[in-house]
């Protein structure tokens, strides 16, 4: 009895424990909607307050945290002599910090996990200040972590959207300018197929998460900053001519002509970059914070090039720019000051986004080094627009309620599968079906 | 009760025992339980805690980071059982069912061997266990290799000159769930195996030896020595090989991540939770998995009764 009672209990308890985890004493929270306005005139005092203190700060470099890092604390704790810094680098940053969010015991300072929800921003984070006056000094903060006009966070660093490509490999295939339509990068593609050795285009398909830096590109295909708003108004996103339809036709297109790896199930992402740096992937679809582990794997760092999405509007390259990361500061930290005085100096005097070949967070910052390709192919950039007052989290309730996942690989998975003739659908076939399930659960969502 | 008393005694003593108080006997009926008291509190604050908690969730719609949960009474049950699509990926699990029955014969047919005189029998044993000891996460990535094309798998086909027998073994959604149940069956095989091994080894060799005298060959000992007398430890591991079919994860996790058609239970499970955020619907299926495995376990003790082995 007792051996068949622990084989259950093994078999289901490991299930129990990953869903029930991620709660402790969440609902007794105290002050659960505490109102934004009031809190943001804390922040203002924020001078006043005295800068003082211990404070913990998590990030998701772990490759950094004891270089980069230490030059950091050791610069901020010069300016600042009563501030003690620590970090906590965590590798898998997103299911952890999403998790420990349920405690208060969740550092100072911390990048704002994407799970949350915006309209839990209040219940987890100290507003900075207000959007208007935000604004007028670094990007993002419209578009980007905020609720109900305040904001929660500042981006660590700001990146753009494109394709990373070996040079090298284009011109040997015979290409010799950025295609302009996704029909002209087919065509790159077979010629990069028919006249080298490469894998055209690599889509890291069993990594999964580098499917979905595609969504990045969504807006930027179209030139429409409201792209995104707009999913909350259509039934059908999957229709000739939206976003959607144009990204993921790319990507369809291009496996079911066999122009990617040969075997999506058992890519290799740190393998990809060794190989897009030697030449044996002509292209990935990345965002620019790439760029620089790319140059870093390549025999020559001039070999790497930023392309822009395939798709130009009135002649013109459009690519979406938006924030990584934000740093915002815990509800519950006891030394907010502190917090908030590491904050601002990480995004105007840490010099983090330059050396990481992003945008600076800070609307005077540098264009870095690594988007001169962009600045010489004339694309132009475009921040989308944040989507209106109480509709906030609309079209992530939408898509998740549809189950879709647009931030998710599976879907471009299955878009994959289909194009090799590893399940039986068409295109069209796929699109309706994302198409019911986005009209279904809009009409749920929006009652 | 009476772990700490010696049963027998000269009669002064245990006269002198009785007349001690009752305080002394309440505290040598408490003995056992101060030394499960840790334990039980363990098992209260690491198991049967976060299952309530999970129960409690799966009649809510929560998105795992709101404070507020909203109440939905038996609406997540009601979805899911509305839901045929999330019944597919049961289909998976006969793979891995099927190839549990694999994994066990082949682990009687190893045990058995080993338990007669065998050369090199503790290097056998040690290479057929070996597996179970490696991190399922290693087992994952080695076997990346092993199935990716050009990887070992069709590298040993090529120097075998069987060149025509390459293929993708986890691109090819046909072959995927035989390639990772494969996978499964060598890592499970070893504990199966020692199971196995262990039981036989408990078997009275007399047996064996008055068998022989009376004319039985191996099968023969086999069929009705060995294999009735290991019964309960069959029946142990049919129930484990339907609850792990049932709860596939890491292997196909690691690998492919659910996708080509080599999606689980558990992995759609996973997926609600975090990619979707419907923790609420989520709880429920690991709910309805918990109940599954029950009932499937109740059937089998059933049909197949726990009974007495004595072969003597």
Redesign the interface.
């Known amino acids: 009895m007792k ?2 009672t622990a ?3 093994a ?13 402790g004493s ?2 007794n ?1 105290d002050g ?1 909607n505490t109102p934004a306005p009031e809190s943001s005139s804390t922040t203002s005092d924020s001078a006043m307050a005295e800068v003082a203190g211990e404070i913990t700060v998590l990030t998701n470099r772990t490759d950094l945290v004891d270089t980069v890092f230490a030059d950091y604390k050791s610069t901020f704790e010069a300016k600042y002599p009563d501030v003690e810094v620590k970090f906590e680098a965590i590798t898998d940053y997103e ?1 952890e910090v ?1 998790t420990r ?2 405690t208060d015991d969740y550092g100072d300072v911390l990048l704002i996990p994407n ?3 915006a ?2 921003y209040p ?1 987890f984070f100290e507003p900075l200040g207000s959007v208007d006056e935000l604004s007028q000094t670094y990007r993002f903060i419209g578009s980007e972590a905020n609720f109900d006009g305040q904001s929660y966070g500042i981006a660590i660093t700001g990146n753009a959207n494109g394709l990373v490509y070996n040079k090298k490999v284009w011109a040997d295939a015979g290409v010799t300018a950025d295609p302009t339509t996704p029909e002209e990068f087919q065509k790159d593609l077979q010629m990069i197929s028919d006249n080298t050795d490469a894998t055209p285009l690599y889509t890291n ?2 990594d ?1 998460w580098p499917l979905t830096q595609w969504e990045s590109d969504r807006g930027g295909v179209t030139a429409n900053a409201n792209a995104v708003n707009e999913l909350a108004d259509t039934d059908a996103p999957w229709s000739e001519g939206m976003d959607h339809y144009i990204i993921d036709s790319l990507i369809f297109d291009a496996a079911a002509a066999g122009n990617i790896e ?5 890519t ?1 992402w740190e393998q990809s970059k060794t190989d897009l740096g030697t030449g044996k992937i002509g292209a990935m679809a990345l965002g620019s914070w790439a760029i620089v582990q790319m140059q870093e794997a390549a025999d020559d760092a001039a070999d790497i090039g930023y392309m822009p999405f395939p798709n130009q509007v009135d002649g013109t390259f459009h690519s979406v720019i938006s924030g990584d990361y934000k740093n915002g500061i815990n509800v519950h930290s006891e030394n907010k000051a502190a917090a908030r005085a590491w904050i601002d100096w990480f995004a105007d005097e840490s010099g983090y986004a330059t050396d990481q070949g992003g945008i600076s967070p800070r609307l005077d910052g540098p264009t870095p080094d690594t988007l001169k390709d962009f600045d010489a192919a004339g694309v132009e950039y475009i921040e989308l627009t944040p989507p209106p007052a109480g509709q906030e989290s609309l079209v992530s309730d939408i898509d ?1 309620a549809a ?1 879709i ?1 647009l931030w ?3 879907y471009r ?1 299955r878009i994959v ?1 289909a194009a ?1 003739g ?2 039986d659908e068409t295109k069209q076939d796929i699109f309706d079906d994302l198409n019911s399930k986005w009209a279904e659960a809009r009409a749920s969502v929006e009652g | 009760m009476s772990f700490f008393s010696t049963p027998v005694r000269p009669n002064a003593v245990r006269a002198a025992q009785d007349s001690r108080s009752g305080r002394q006997r309440f505290f040598q009926g408490a003995t056992p339980w101060l030394f499960l008291i840790v334990p039980l509190i363990f098992l209260c604050l690491f198991t049967l805690l976060p299952v309530a908690n999970m129960i409690w969730y799966s009649f809510t719609e929560w998105n795992g980071l709101s404070k507020d949960k909203e109440y939905v009474g038996l609406g997540n049950y009601i979805e899911f059982f509305t839901r045929p699509e999330l019944f597919r990926v049961f289909l998976v699990s006969l793979y891995y069912f099927v190839a549990s029955f694999v994994q066990m014969g082949l682990a009687l047919y190893f045990a058995t061997i080993l338990s007669f005189n065998t050369r090199f029998k503790n290097l056998f044993k040690g290479i057929l266990f070996f597996p179970y000891l490696i991190n399922g996460v290693a087992i994952g990535f080695t076997f990346l290799y092993f199935f990716r094309p050009g990887g070992t798998l069709d590298a040993s086909l090529a120097a075998l000159g069987l060149e025509q027998f390459q293929q993708q073994w986890l691109g090819n959604p046909d072959l995927i769930n035989f390639s990772l149940s494969g996978t499964s069956v060598w890592r499970y095989m070893g504990l199966n195996f020692v199971l196995f091994l262990g039981a036989i080894q408990s078997v009275n060799p007399s047996l064996y030896e008055a068998s022989s005298l009376d004319g039985a060959g191996k099968w023969q000992q086999f069929r009705y020595i060995i294999l009735p007398s290991i019964r309960p430890i069959v029946g142990l591991s049919m129930i484990l090989a339907i609850s792990g079919s049932l709860a596939v994860f890491e292997i196909p996790y690691i690998m492919t991540g659910g996708a080509n058609g080599s999606m689980t239970f558990v992995i759609q499970t996973i997926n609600m939770a975090f990619k979707f955020n419907k923790v609420g619907l989520a709880s429920a299926m690991a709910v309805i998995l918990l109940l599954i495995v029950l009932i499937i376990t109740w059937i089998q003790r059933r049909l197949v009764p726990d009974e007495k082995v004595n072969l003597t």
């Open positions: 051996m068949r084989a259950m209990v078999a289901t308890t490991s299930l129990a424990f990953t869903l029930a985890a991620c709660s969440s609902d929270g659960s299911g999403a969010m349920s799970s949350v929800n309209s839990d219940d398909y069993a999964g040969e075997d999506p199930t058992t290799n998740n189950e996942g998710s690989p599976d998975q599968d090799r590893a399940r």
